[in-house]
């Protein structure tokens, strides 16, 4: 009777914690879903305040949650620019944005993203309390969220499949994504699993 009494009370302890997991986690956005949060207001690294929706751009929007601290934003950060002046002229939009706690982690914080952004070609945004990331339902960085021109989502995830080597990179889903939509095609991927450090907002 105390071993069933035992088991009992684990399974419930354990449905009890999953549950509570289940419900402290954001969703994350659905493929074909709109833009999230679109109008809201948030303070860009030129000082001024700017939403995605002011930014977007005419065939595609690339919003990418990122860090000033985490190594694999680091290691992403060239292929980035390149693929935001590959695309710059096609109607691509890239707008970087920042959801990590400022508290806990200072190299996060507005002043420190300025200093970031100065070699920067695109908007850098500072999500505040992360509300935007709750929205999307980031949870690395980098982490991606691309929109068509209509503003729905058309792929989520990792910018390639070689977060430590370009040189080894096989799959570059972002790029594949930008040539589909910049062309007027739809995108043969739509979702791959994020890679990097965990968003702590």
Known sequence: MRRLLRCSLAAVCALTLTLAGAAGAAAQCA??????AASQQMPNATGAAASL?????DNATVVIFWS???PW????????LDLASK????GGQFVLVNANSTSDFPQESLSAIKEQASGYSMPYLKDQGGQLADAFGAKRTPHVFVY???????YTGAIDDSPGDPSAVNKPYLDNVLEALTSGSTPSTTKTNAFGCVLKN
């Open 148 to 154: 068509d021109g209509q503003g729905t989502l058309a």
């Open 31 to 36: 493929i074909g879903s709109s833009m999230p």
């Open 53 to 57: 929706s002011s930014l977007a751009g």
């Open 87 to 90: 695309y710059d002229g096609q």
């Open 68 to 70: 000033n601290q985490c």
């Open 73 to 80: 934003t680091k290691k992403y950060e060239q292929r980035v």
